[in-house]
């Protein structure tokens, strides 16, 4: 383990705290759930110290602006959960911003394509499973999210070597494809949740990779 942290003791809650929430409404919007992230989760890491101190207030602060009109709707849950649906699940012409990383990687485009494959591997070898569905293909943006949270939360809280270095798999496994992603999303998101989200994520993955050492 690093005799120096990356981060402070409270940027690293708040980072395994911005990787819970961003899993969480991408795995679909229940409403309990959702509720709780758009009325208190999200309000309550934009007025976080940490999101200045990461770089991440940007961010934040327009997810908050999102989420607080989204939730003046009266039908937002209904809105929601079709606009996941369109986004990542099924759409008439083909679902525009597919979830996984092998269907945005150069060379690949399909579901259960090599980097599937390597981040079933991966989970095996932490033995860990694939959350939801049985069936959910093992990149699923989600997934892969959560995995790094495993990774941050042995290194950062537990003080213990991860399975695999954090900075490297965000490098390599993540920032490989969700800028891609995330411009999918932005190019047919109806709410606006969804991209700021990702808009979110692609930052939060950034500072990881640069402030966290190898």
């Known amino acids: ?45 934009a007025s976080s110290p940490e999101a200045l101190s990461l770089g991440l207030d940007k961010e934040l602060a327009a997810l908050e602006n999102t989420c607080s009109n989204l939730s003046q709707k009266q039908d937002w849950t209904e809105l929601l959960a079709q606009d996941h649906l369109q ?20 060379g690949d485009g399909r579901i259960m394509g090599p980097a599937a494959l390597a981040m079933r591997d991966r989970l095996q070898a932490a033995d860990l499973q694939v959350a939801g569905e049985g069936n959910e293909p093992p990149d699923h943006i989600a997934t892969q999210l959560e995995y790094l949270y495993y990774l941050l939360h042995t290194a950062l809280i537990l003080g213990q070597d991860p399975a695999e270095d954090p900075a490297q798999f965000t490098q390599d496994a993540m920032l490989s494809w969700v800028p891609a992603f995330a411009k999918a999303v932005a190019g047919a998101d109806r709410t606006g949740l969804f991209s700021g989200l990702t808009a979110m994520i692609q930052r939060l993955l950034q500072t990881i990779a640069r402030n966290f050492p190898s």
Not at 4 to 29: H, N, Y
Not at 91 to 103: M, T
């Open 1 to 45: 383990m690093h005799d120096s942290p990356p981060f402070t003791p409270q940027e690293s809650l708040f980072i395994l705290d911005c990787l819970e929430c961003a899993a969480t409404l991408l795995r679909g919007p229940d409403r309990d759930s959702s509720l709780t992230l758009i009325m208190q989760g999200v309000p309550a890491l």
């Open 87 to 106: 986004l990542f699940v099924t759409a008439r012409g083909g679902v525009p911003a597919p979830p996984y990383a092998s269907c945005h990687l150069p």
